[in-house]
Structure formats: C-alpha cells, structure tokens
C-alpha cells in the first residue's frame, strides 16, 4: 500500500479546506487592478455552481457562500477567475457536498462562483488583502442582487457560509438586511469560521434557541483544552453558538450529537462532545474511521459544518418551519 496516498485518504476530512489560522511566508506579489479576472455576468447560469431545479416544494431560498479553497504557497494570484477548473471542482466535490448540503433539505440551493481572495489576502490585508477581499465582495454582492431580482419572488432566505465566506455574508447582512425591508424574510444566517461580536449588527440578533428566526449564528471549532495562539485576535469575546443544542448550553453529551458528516460519505452519530467557552467550540476527538490519525489536530476549522451536518440539517429545517408558522398570510 502506498502510505502518503493511505493518510491523505484518511486525514481527507481535514484537508476540504485549508485552515485559515496558518501563517503564510511565501512570496507576496503586488495587488494590481491590470491583474484582476474577469468580471461574472450572473445571468448566465455558468457562473452558478449551483441553481435550484425550477420544480421544488421547498418554501425557502438557501444561499450559500464557500470557504476559501485557494491556498497553494506558489499560487501567486490575489483573486482567482470564475473558470478556474481546479476552483470550479473544490467548490461542487467540497464546499457544497460537505457543506452547502446540510442546508439542502431546508430551502432551494443559490450558489454563486464569485472571485474569491486567496488565503494570503487576511494576513497580508495591508498589501492587497483588503483590495483582494473587496473585489471578491463585490461578486457576492452581484450575485445576491440578481438572485433577489430575478429568483427570490419575496420567499424566506436562509444565509448560510463558512470562513471567508461568512466574512462575505456579514457585509450582505449589513447592506441588504440589517434594519432593511428584507429583513423580515431573513430565516437565519449561518455564518461560522469567522469571529464575530454579539453585537456585529445594528438590528439581527445572536439566535440563542433553536426555533428561533431572524438572527444569526456563529461558532469556531477547536480541540478540547487547546487554546490556540492566535486567540486574543480571532475568538476571544466573540460569539459562539451551540452548534448542536443550539441554544445557551455549555457542555453537550455525546447522545446529543445528531451527525458528523465523513469524507467517505457516511453519517456518523454520537461522534463527539463539545464545550462552548470564550469564542470557541472546544470538541472532543470524534468518532470516526482511523480517528487515531488526527490525535494531534487541533484547530478543527476545517470541519465547522461537516461535524455537525446532521444537526445543522434539522435545526434549519425547524427554523424554516418556525418562520413560515410566524410568516401566516
């Protein structure tokens, strides 16, 4: 057997996407607006990784923001082009199978390919970061802004993301919801992997139970009694919801766990336990094929949703059930 291949098949849970906490030292080359990809036209559906079959049931709408998936230390490029193949893939075989889907039972799937910022841009934010995450932005923004002219017809909208895509979604929901008109159609956001302060928005609460509607939800997910160094500056005094109980919660038994959602495809129940403390989910090792390979993990960022894709499943689907109850005609 060909042991690297056998590890990275096995640590594969940990590699969907980068960690955003790591330290970038290579090369940094010069933002340069002769250098920014082309513009997406969000009217053509090819530069929708995902759009909804025009034959649903489902009540709400589901936009649904991915991660950072460009990481490579040689990979030079501040922004990557909407038909970059090797992209276009992480984003369908990673961020929407392991990710987007515990939201697909909820609401009819938008998921835009916007030009995202490479990992460097939020450790070098002086030197092209900020100019490499506006840019990425702004596909996001006219994305969102065709997809409520031209798909959205008034429903209920759930945001849903993970890191750079929730930094993203925070700026959606304070030009498009926060003590907005659309703000009543706002179901929940999901948005974890980024920091945020209870207070980020003027008028969209930190959602503390589950049936709740109309606020947000956030949480980073950490080994058990590692505190990582970076922590002063990414988690602490930030929010950090109970991704499993979802509600004030601090400690959760293993019964509790609905589903950890496994590179091989499979479910696995009961998998782990959790902490809330200061900014940070504390987890337990979970349960899963050959864990003993990820004994010495710690920074769990990578599966902020997958861990919990079963209970992140049900609980969207409460809430959306709880709006439409609330929303009546």
């Known amino acids: 057997m060909n042991q690297p291949k056998y590890l990275l098949k096995i640590l594969s849970i940990f590699l969907l996407i980068f960690l955003v906490g790591c330290k970038s030292t290579y090369e940094i080359k010069s933002f340069s607006k002769n250098e920014i990809p082309l513009k997406p036209d969000y009217q053509n559906e090819e530069n929708w990784a995902v759009l909804p079959s025009k034959i649903s049931e489902l009540k709400a709408d589901i936009f649904y923001i991915y991660p950072t998936?460009?990481?490579?230390?040689?990979?030079?490029?501040?922004?990557?082009?909407?038909?970059?193949?090797?992209?276009?893939?992480?984003?369908?075989?990673?961020?929407?199978?392991f990710q987007a889907s515990a939201w697909a039972s909820s609401g009819k799937m938008y998921v835009p390919i916007y030009r995202q910022a490479h990992l460097r841009a939020y450790y070098h934010y002086e030197s092209g970061g900020k100019e490499a995450l506006t840019l990425a932005y702004s596909d996001v923004k006219a994305a969102f802004e065709y997809y409520l002219k031209h798909y959205n017809n008034d429903r209920p909208i759930i945001l849903a993301s993970h890191s750079?895509?929730?930094?993203?979604a925070s700026?959606?929901?304070?030009?498009?919801?926060?003590?907005?008109?659309?703000?009543?159609?706002?179901?929940?956001?999901?948005?974890?992997?980024?920091?945020?302060k209870k207070d980020e928005f003027k008028t969209i609460?930190?959602?503390t139970k589950p049936n709740e509607t109309g606020g947000f939800v956030s949480w980073n997910t950490y080994k058990r009694n590692k505190v990582p160094k970076s922590y002063n500056k990414?988690?602490?005094?930030k929010v950090a919801s109970n991704p499993i109980t979802w509600d004030a919660a601090k400690f959760t038994k293993r019964e509790d766990h609905k589903g950890f959602l496994y590179s091989n495809g499979k479910l696995y129940k009961n998998a782990l336990?959790?902490?809330?403390?200061?900014?940070?989910?504390?987890?337990?090792?979970?349960?899963?094929?050959?864990?003993?390979f990820a004994i010495f993990k710690k920074n769990y960022h990578v599966g902020d949703i997958n861990l919990y894709w079963k209970d992140i499943q049900q609980n969207s689907e409460l809430r959306v059930k709880s709006w439409l109850k609330n929303h009546k005609n």
């Open 69 to 97: 998936l460009t990481t490579n230390d040689k990979d030079l490029r501040w922004n990557i082009p909407i038909n970059d193949s090797i992209q276009n893939a992480k984003i369908i075989n990673t961020a929407v199978r």
């Open 164 to 168: 750079q895509g929730s930094t993203h």
């Open 171 to 196: 700026l959606l929901l304070k030009e498009f919801f926060d003590d907005k008109p659309i703000q009543k159609q706002l179901v929940a956001a999901y948005i974890p992997g980024i920091g945020f």
């Open 273 to 292: 336990r959790i902490e809330v403390i200061d900014g940070m989910i504390w987890t337990t090792l979970p349960k899963f094929p050959h864990r003993l």
């Open 205 to 207: 609460p930190l959602m």
């Open 234 to 237: 990414w988690y602490k005094g």
